[in-house]
């Protein structure tokens, strides 16, 4: 197979978190009875028409943001004409001349080397309704239609799938800790549809594109941009061509399947949608929105490092949101974050997914999770200890002081008892005694644990490792 | 029982002192219906309802409210909960609605009472009514004349006086074209003054709900219930509430008024002009200021409402599919068959024509080279109307070329219906109010009238004129002999 | 100028109207349609206008709506005027076709 030179732009349809539709005052709701949550805006009925939600546009206004996106000042609607059982009116609300959004970029980092993925628009449109088949019959569900979405489009600017599933990933995490989206790719709040072509030299103009559409997962997304590359180059490597076309990407498969040839120039018949007047966002609005802007991905990750945190455990916190944000509100305290994250991530995050519950909902208030770090990084509370009273922590109101004399953990802080304990415990080793003496670093480790062994993890291990040492220069 | 005939005010007295009851101006609006049924006025009669709403308000204090317990006909294009709404077409013969147009819940709260819902050309296409699924209304003043359209049963039952207030709509004429063939008054508000929610969208840019009645009070008293803000319109405008009965009985004392030369040029028949004149020289005796002036684009008009109506409407009516309400085809072979013979059968030939026109005017590079272009021009016939209203308070003229036509006349020529339509245009165009007002008959004892138009939300300025101009002519225009009368 | 569309034209806006036209019909929508087109043609000799578009007579100040829920309507008013439902959902012959849009 000779080299190509692959293209790719991704249309990403993202589903946004408000209360109510689009454009009527029913309820933007998911996994309710079919057709419980219309009206007859929604239904397209004769007569309707439709009101725009202010908050639609803060939404799309907050994404064109973290998107580095210009901001239009003055846009109106446009009609998008087609007939499918999916679209109520037989037209949909769109932007198609005046996008909301427009010459904005997203920054990926590509095998270490940063890249920036243009967007060419972001726009404001309705959801269609969810058809079902079945049988010989198709089933409509108007659940759906009027649900408010923004399309963000990239320029062809990518060169793999794995270009595109970065792109994916970090778009992903953007709109998600914004609060502009759930971006639930399963329940179908973002859905991407990738633009796909080839060719020999970048002074070429453009191979043939094909569309692959709805695909269903980030991964997925990878998989069917590197098939149509591989699909496209042998063709082209047979002397064949082929014609603008539609795909979809079959799990089953694990490849793209051809859906339809596009024809030519799809009849859409836009025209400006006399119903909305024109709607005009001002330097207040956005500066408004920019303040609803939580902390971003990146911003965190720098922060945590600089707060000691392993990168590791940094980016563990910025996958798990709810966690980050509640780290967040103690970045000001003077607390060991190394202890805290750990805490986080490793007896607290057990008893949340054990317990399937949320941090916020448990009762560790930020005050006793203060306490808790204090107390475990000055050995008060060993690993052992922590995983005896965990549920007492987050679920009784009690002070980590009461919890700690309740659970009557009282660990030996009597230097003269340990010392007493830690020469026992030397007499009983004397080969690893002399290992220590020759440099055997494994040996220290050794009969460090056979102290915390026996004194049941009640050591404070850091001032049992200071007391050893000292014991064993002697 | 000849209360209908009476003045407001003493229909309003009667109520109030109980010599009457809603009830009977209901029955008495029945009775003249049935009477005239060969005028074909109604599509739909809400008899049961109507009682029913008439004996509830026998409960209901009449207070200072002249529309109390009146009986109104709406105009079938116009959404009413639980009562049929058929934009006289097949495609919605059977369509009973689940909510009300916000003009239908306001003539609710003023305690009025629908008597019906009126006949009209098919989805408000066409100026006679006679692309009507059920027939076109008959002109009061010679049944065989047309009333009209697309408002021809709302026209037709305020001629003939079967209730005193009406409802219309107008995308391109549609009340004040028929106002003026039936001898009432029409007026089509502002852009914006009445709201759209629950009128059936023709062309969304330029349709507007607005009064039809015997006289210009009751015309203003009926915009008084009707106006407003609504938030379930975008379009619609916040100008607070205001009494557009306030300057009626005012004289006109030096009012400036254009007459636009396009406007009295051979399109218009001569004995329309002559009547025209003739108001002309009555506004002049009492100090109005008339002046003949030039304006550009009046002729352009018809082309511009042509492209950008048909588009408009070749969207608005898309969701007509047999779907999720209306006529639908039996057993069709797929998704496609039921589109297609679902709207072939539903729809009639006149709006069949516009949608495909229509779908052809936005498709492709059409859409640059005829829809936007005609957006830029009608900017530029807006700006038009804005130079003249600097120096005038109103412009005046024909509202029709001709007087009413005989229903038998051709109908084959597609073009005619805009045609029919060229003077009451413009002012949709530039989403001003204009209002038709009777000002005498031509030679066949036809009503013609004379077409007022305004400034942006000036219709209390066109009211003036009018009720001035009514009461200095002070025509009869009941086309009912007395012995006729119930 | 012709008088009249070709057949292929009338059909292809009818398609697009998602309008069935007979064969018997095709003539008279041939000439009818022209002539409508005829008409608006007339916008061509339109010279010399500015660019600037009027989409509607808006009001100057649109009115937003607050992203707060309102009433819906129960699955039995949905179904109510649809020709074909079948439980809760409006149905119609199976589409097999991908939707063009969103």
Redesign the interface.
Known sequence: MSNYIPTVGIEVHCELKTNTKIFSNSINGYGQMANALTNVVDLGYPGTLPTLNKEVLNLAIKAALILNCKIRRQMHFDRKNYFYPDNPKNYQITQAETPIGYDGYVEIEVNGKKKKIEIEEIHIEEDTCKSTHRGTKTLLDFNRAGVPLIEIVTKPCMESGEEAKLYLEKLRELLFYSDVSDCKIEEGSMRADANVSIRKEVSDSFGTKAEIKNIGSISNVKLSIDKEIERQSKLYDNGETFQPQTRRFDSKLNDTVLMRIKETGNDYRYFPEPDIPYVYITDEQIEKVKSTIPMLPDERKEKYINLGISEVNAKKLIGNRALSDYLNELLEEKINFKTASNLLLGDISAYLNKNETEITKTNLSKEKFIELTNNISDGTITSKNLKEIINTIMESEKSIEEIIKEAGIQNITDNSAITEMIRKIIDENKESVEDYKAGKDRAIKYLMGQVMKESKGTLNPSMAMDILKEELNK | MKYLDKTIEEIHEALKKKEIKPIDLVEESFERIEKNKELNAYITLNKEEARKRAQELEEKEVGDNLLFGLPIAVKDN??TKDLK?T?ASHI?EN?????N?TVVDKINENNMIIIGKTNMDEFAMGSSSRTSYFGAPKNPWNKEKISGGSSGGSATTIAARDVLFALGTDTGGSIRQPASYTGIVGMKP???RVS??????FA??LDQIGPMTKNVYENALLLNVIAG?D????????KGKEDFTRFIGKDIKGMKIALPNYFMSDIVTEEIRNEVEKAKKILEENGAIVDYVDMKYLD?A???Y??IA???A??NL???????????TEN??????????T??NG?GKEV??R??????????EN?K????????????M??EFDRIFKDYDLIIGPTTTTTAYDLTDPMD???KS?MDDVLVIPVNM??LPGLSLPIGFGKENMPIGLHIIGN?FEEATIYQLASFLEKKLNLDLNPRKDDENV | MNDKLTKEEVLHVAHLARIKVDDDEIEKYQVELKQLLNDVDKIKDVEGYDEERMIAPWPKDTILREDEPGEMLNPKEVLKNAPKHSGNYIEVPIVISESEGA
Do not use: H, W
């Open positions: 116009i959404i709404t934009c919605l369509f009973i609605p689940i909510y147009a502002t852009y914006g759209r929610y629950g009128l059936v969208a969304s840019s803000a938030d379930k319109d975008l379009t619609s405008a916040e352009k018809v082309t511009l042509q492209i048909m588009g408009e070749s969207s898309a969701r007509f599919d047999g779907i999720r309400y209306g006529y639908t069709p072979k797929d998704i496609e068959d039921l589109y297609l013979e709207r072939k729809f069949k024509r949608i495909m026109v229509g779908s052809y005017l936005l498709s492709g859409a080279i005829y829809y936007n272009k005609a957006l830029s021009i009608r900017d530029d807006k700006k020529d597609p073009s805009f530039a989403g942006s």
